[in-house]
């Protein structure tokens, strides 16, 4: 079975597609930046493998998630841009959206947990949003969008579960395969599954025989039981640095691509996040937040066998306030 009927076959809703990602590079095209592919001697050395990292960090706002939110502002029409959109994250969506909403003229409404770094918060006001904050642990964000959503007109573009959104993050995977050529292994980091479901249409149509891996902290390992049983599973919110993945659950579209499309999902601890941070910072001269280093943290630690492998690893982002970072790493 090809990998675009196994798709259609795992879900009734109609799901992204290769043809979407291909479209959403169009969109994006000279506003998101076009990040390098990096590869680093020390990193080949201690895993035995051939690594290439794609660093979002070094993407527009810090993250990847640029990527997504402006190709599904782009894709709303005139009314509903005038209208405005809504949108709820830990930061770096929350962020997208703002910057796009701005570069594009439309009004932006972010709902942002009480806890969430304080520089992604800035970011976001800085960028033109309006932050709204929640408890993560007592509040339902989605329940809060969907009533703002509903009282404000405003279209409502949550940070993963979204065909546009998941489109344009599967760009990074385009241009990494296209830049450095075909891989054994895929890592990609994993929070509500966005990136990764791009990253697996991508993979799938340019590498075909190249092995997705999502790779998510082992606090937050819903993504990892919902693979295994085969049915999203839903948990309590996790405590762990990487911010950015601490989703409870996987998307009703992100969800049954990373179903059909996906080798396996795989977990690293804190302790791996901050030895990958400190990695960076030190060998590579670059700041990337504890969610950013998931999937790289998969690979030096042995998650997944790498040696002799050509591997291909998604650095997700780089927001993280200076104090945390220099907390983390000390």
Sequence with gaps: MTAAARIEAASPLVLPTYADVETAAGRIRGVAHHT???????ADEG?????????????????????????????????RKKAGVLTFSSGNHAQ????????????????????APAAKVAATRGYGGEVVLYDRYTQDRLDIGNRMAAERGLTLIPPYDHPDVIAGQGTATRELIEDA?????????????GLLAGAALAAK????????Y???????????QSFRSGKIVKIAVPKTIADGAQTPFLGDY???????????????SDAQLVEAMAFFAERMKMVV????????????????????????????GGNVDLASFARFIA
């Design 289 to 316: 937040e504890p969610t950013g280093c998931l999937a790289a943290a998969a690979a030096f630690s042995g998650a997944v066998p790498v040696a002799g492998k050509r591997v291909g690893v998604i650095i997700s």
């Design 205 to 212: 149509a340019l590498n075909p025989a190249c092995k997705v």
């Design 96 to 115: 997208a959206i703002a910057l796009s909403g701005q570069l594009l003229g439309v009004p932006t409404t972010i709902i942002m947990p009480q806890d």
């Design 47 to 79: 895993t035995g493998a051939s690594l290439v990292f794609k660093p979002e960090n070094l993407q527009r706002m810090g993250a990847f998630k640029f990527r997504g939110g402006y190709n599904a502002i782009s894709a709303l029409s005139p009314e």
């Design 254 to 268: 992100t969800f049954p691509i990373i179903q059909a499309l996906v080798e396996d999902i795989l977990t690293v």
């Design 36 to 42: 390098p592919a990096l590869t680093s001697r020390t």
């Design 214 to 224: 999502g790779v998510e902290p082992e606090a937050g390992n819903d993504g990892q």
């Design 181 to 193: 050529g075909p891989f054994d292994i895929l890592l990609v980091c994993l929070g509500g599954g």
